[in-house]
């Protein structure tokens, strides 16, 4: 199988009281599968602005993003090499 390439993508655990902020996926290669707010970077778009970004349309929330549980690497469905920032934030608008 090829390398298809590279792709940057964030995605944000949003958390209020014992909840977690979760979407269902509606595109081809994850049918009905659960995630967080997540999506690419666009080129020359800033991580940060990507995340708040990422969520806003998914969700229609404004978020104020805390921290981050790390930079993960892995191979997608689609044979990509994914790398995703992952945050943690909270609605505030």
Not at 23 to 42: L, Q
Not at 53 to 63: A, L, N, P, Q, Y
Not at 64 to 78: A, D, E, P, Q, R
């Given at each position: ?73 892995f ?6 090499q ?8 909270e609605?505030?608008?």
């Amino acid at each position: 199988m090829a390398h298809n390439g590279i792709v940057l993508v964030v995605s944000v655990s949003i958390f209020r009281d014992d909840e977690i902020l979760i979407i269902r996926e509606n595109k081809p290669t994850a049918i009905d599968k659960w995630n967080f707010p997540s999506g690419r970077i666009e080129y020359g778009e800033d991580i940060l602005y990507s995340a708040r970004r990422e969520v806003k349309e998914e969700t229609g929330f404004d978020v104020k993003l805390n921290g981050t549980t790390g930079v993960y690497n892995f191979i997608s469905s689609t044979n990509n090499q994914v790398i995703l920032f992952h945050f943690t934030g909270e609605v505030n608008g």
